[in-house]
């Protein structure tokens, strides 16, 4: 075990075999809690890591990592520079995570309306979160998931496996999005969506939720209703959606469309409004994975 200068230990500190700890690193800011890192974690300096942290074995951490209290990170996790990891944080094994990312994000405000019970913020096995990402607390990203580089997901989403978020993109929180979804770059997915498992949103999506933008007027927020897709929903570049419309199963949504209605399964839809122009070919959902 190496340790550089100025490393300070706080309270009960349980280091594992080879690991190295560069300088000017805290571990442990109560004398209650404990601090449990496995075998050969590497912790760059200028790092924090709160009472309460339980980190697996072969940990890698960047410069200027800050990890939060009652958090859990597996085994073989790496992480860049200048992450910030919050309170009730988990991090499953092999996950990737990169420079300047925040996962547990609160508003300092929020904690006025804090919810009795810790709410755990879960990153799944083998996700990669790329640099300059902030995810929200209260939201759950599944295994083999991926999210680009500064993308936004807010707090209470629910995304599946095998999904990646595409860069730039803002999931506006409180929403579903299932397995093997991909949604690309520079979306905007509003509260209240429920996004069905295989579906694929091309670059510049926009859904809106609040039909009508009762922005600063009475009412403001009550009546918002995000969209939803069944299954092996195809959505091409530039569509507008409106609230509450669900894309039926399989269906297909053309390049610029503006979607105002229900889009029936298996059918093509095109145009502003758009309209109905053929059927979306059933054999193409076949997905090979
Ligand atoms: C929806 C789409 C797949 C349909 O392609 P297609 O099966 O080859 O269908 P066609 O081009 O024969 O179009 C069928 C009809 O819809 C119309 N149409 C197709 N796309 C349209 C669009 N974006 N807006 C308005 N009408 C459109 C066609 O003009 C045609 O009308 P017609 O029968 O009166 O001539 C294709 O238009 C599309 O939008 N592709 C998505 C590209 C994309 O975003 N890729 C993602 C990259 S990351």
């Not at 992480?79 to 009730?88: P, T």
Request: proline letters at 3%; aromatic letters at 6%; a negative charge.
């Amino acid at each position: 075990m190496k340790v550089g200068k100025n490393v300070i230990f706080h309270g009960q500190v349980n280091l594992g075999k080879g690991s190295v700890i560069q300088d000017n690193v805290v571990i442990g800011n109560s004398d209650e809690g404990e601090v449990n890192i496995g075998r050969k974690a590497l912790i760059r300096s200028g790092s924090v890591i709160y009472s309460g942290v339980k980190i697996g074995d072969n940990f890698q951490s960047g410069k200027n990592v800050e990890i939060g209290s009652n958090l859990t990170i597996e085994d073989d996790v790496v992480l860049g520079s200048n992450i910030s990891l919050g309170d009730n944080v988990v991090v499953r094994k092999g996950t990737m995570i990169g420079d300047n990312v925040i996962i547990g994000y609160r508003d300092i405000k929020s904690d006025q309306d804090a919810p009795v019970e810790p709410v755990v913020t879960e990153i799944g096995e083998s996700a990669r979160i790329r640099s300059g990402s902030v995810i929200y607390w209260g939201t759950k990203i599944g295994s083999n998931s991926m999210v680009g580089h500064n993308a936004v997901i807010r707090e209470n989403t629910i995304i599946g496996h095998d999904t990646y978020i595409g860069s730039l993109t803002a999931i506006e929180g409180d929403t579903k999005i299932g397995n093997y979804v991909g949604i690309h770059t520079q979306c905007h997915i509003t509260k209240f969506c429920d996004i069905g498992d295989y579906t694929f949103i091309a670059p510049i999506f926009v859904g809106a939720n609040d039909q009508l933008m009762s922005h600063m007027r009475a009412g403001h927020g009550q009546n918002l209703i995000g969209f939803t897709t069944g299954k092996y929903v195809r959505i091409a570049v530039g569509v507008t959606v409106l609230p509450g419309v669900h894309f039926g199963e399989g269906c297909i949504v053309a390049a610029g469309s503006v979607v105002t209605k229900d889009v029936p399964p298996y059918k093509v839809v095109a145009g502003v409004p758009a309209r109905v122009v053929k059927d979306a070919p059933k054999e193409e959902v076949v997905i090979s994975h």
